[in-house]
């Protein structure tokens, strides 16, 4: 799932939305002493009405019957941030890695340390780092890693051996070259897509550039090593090696044909079934790779945890469920059903994943992933930043300026 999804503001009032929560939490408010019984799990998007395929087998393992609520992302914060206020609410919640320092703030989410030392598939070296990072806040652990997602390089193969690369570009330089060789093929023809709507994209350049993003928790987006990613995102859009603005196309066209019209772009996991599902006689001509490399080439740490509510009743069964849903097999089997990427280390030695070239890459890059600064306020300051590049790119402005304005407003977001 995608993790830069913006953050909804609270539009509806509490009393709309309790009515719909009462018959499906666990606190009080109005539940049935059936549902009392009933294990209750929410979940966000329409992958989540998989999840009854496996639940079956839980509860014939433990006894504990479980209900399971799809929360459309468009509103799920709203929905949230509901239960919270009212303390009614899910036993287990699936939450987005974006969103748990603002909820384990809130006091919404139960420390699960204890349950991690209880289960052996619970405990920390099991997953990939960089998803464990989004569980963790003041050395206590708040949720488990469910399904991950990073960011990789697509590229069509057959496109850019014709401009001299038999493999991906590997470093900064080399992806600046081959985006230029490529934009050269002709009128409409570019290099790369650098997605100007894509919050991570210049915190995940300036990292690989050597930026902390945060030093003491202040922010250090005016420095060189930002700066400068900023700058080099900035130039593929200058030089014509990236379209400037939205072409209003999708990836069925602009990745398709001959001489693709853009050959490269950064996206994620969901974007391989895309690619699979959507773009015509492209098979065995793309691949992904993982990111080119400046001092690094980390990429971004996404995806979504289970955790516990603060407020459930029920916190040992949903601890159980949880350790289910984190085995490897099942996990697997989650992949099979979503296409979500399993977080648990283990899932990933199963043949069908290893001789995967698309599986294996996203292995590769998750194992050099971390995730966006863990801080409550990052989500506005990521759509900040967008705002400001919108300035660099399309509006002419220079970038010192903008990034010095940029850490100003960062700053004061910070110290609210």
Not at 87 to 98: A, F, I, N
Not at 195 to 212: C, H, I, V, Y
Not at 238 to 248: H, I
Request: glycine residues 8%.
């Amino acid at each position: 799932m995608k993790i830069s999804k913006k953050l909804c503001l609270l539009g509806v009032t509490a009393a709309m939305t309790l009515g719909v929560l009462a018959g499906c939490g666990s606190g009080s408010g109005g539940n049935s002493a059936k549902d009392d019984k009933v294990l209750n799990i929410w979940g966000m998007g329409e992958e989540v009405k998989q999840l009854s395929k496996m639940t079956d087998k839980f509860t014939d393992e433990t006894g504990i019957e479980v209900k399971i609520q799809s929360i459309p992302w468009s509103n799920a914060h709203d929905k949230l941030l509901t239960a919270v206020a009212s303390k009614s609410g899910p036993d287990v919640l699936q939450m987005g890695t974006t969103w748990m320092p603002e909820f384990q703030k809130a006091g919404a989410l139960a420390d699960m340390s204890k349950y991690i030392e209880k289960y052996d598939n619970l405990k920390a070296e099991n997953f990939y780092h960089g998803s464990v990072e989004t569980t963790k806040f003041d050395d206590k652990y708040y949720g488990i890693p469910w399904a991950a997602e990073t960011r990789v390089l697509f590229y069509r193969t057959d496109v850019l051996e014709k401009v001299g690369y038999k493999e991906a570009p590997k470093t900064w330089e080399e992806l600046e070259d081959a985006a230029k060789k490529l934009a050269a093929r002709g009128d409409d023809k570019y290099g790369i897509n650098v997605d100007s709507k894509e919050q991570t994209l210049g915190f995940m350049f300036a990292r690989q550039n050597g930026s902390p993003l945060l030093e003491d928790g202040k922010p250090v987006f005016n420095q060189k090593p930002f700066v400068d990613a900023v700058s080099y995102l900035n130039d593929f859009i200058q030089k014509g090696y990236s379209p400037k603005e939205d072409l209003g196309l999708d990836v069925s066209q602009t990745f398709s044909g001959d001489d693709a019209m853009v050959p490269m772009f950064i996206s994620g996991p969901w974007m391989a079934k895309t690619v699979k599902d959507t773009v015509k006689d492209v098979e065995g001509k793309w691949a992904i790779a993982t990111l080119p490399k400046k001092e690094n080439n980390t990429s971004s740490m996404g995806g979504s945890n289970l955790t516990i509510f603060e407020y459930s009743k029920k916190k040992d069964d949903a601890a159980k469920f949880i350790e289910f849903m984190a085995r490897p097999e099942n996990q697997l089997e989650w992949m099979k059903l979503t296409d979500a990427l399993p977080t648990a280390l283990k899932a990933w030695e199963d043949e069908s994943l290893k001789s995967d070239p698309v599986y294996s890459v996203f292995n590769e890059q998750l194992q050099n992933s971390e995730p966006m600064p863990l801080i409550p306020e990052f989500e506005e300051i990521a759509q900040n930043y967008l705002k400001h590049f919108e300035q660099i790119y399309l509006g002419g402005a220079d970038v010192q300026k903008e990034m010095d304005a940029f850490n100003q407003e960062s700053e004061a977001t910070l110290n609210k």
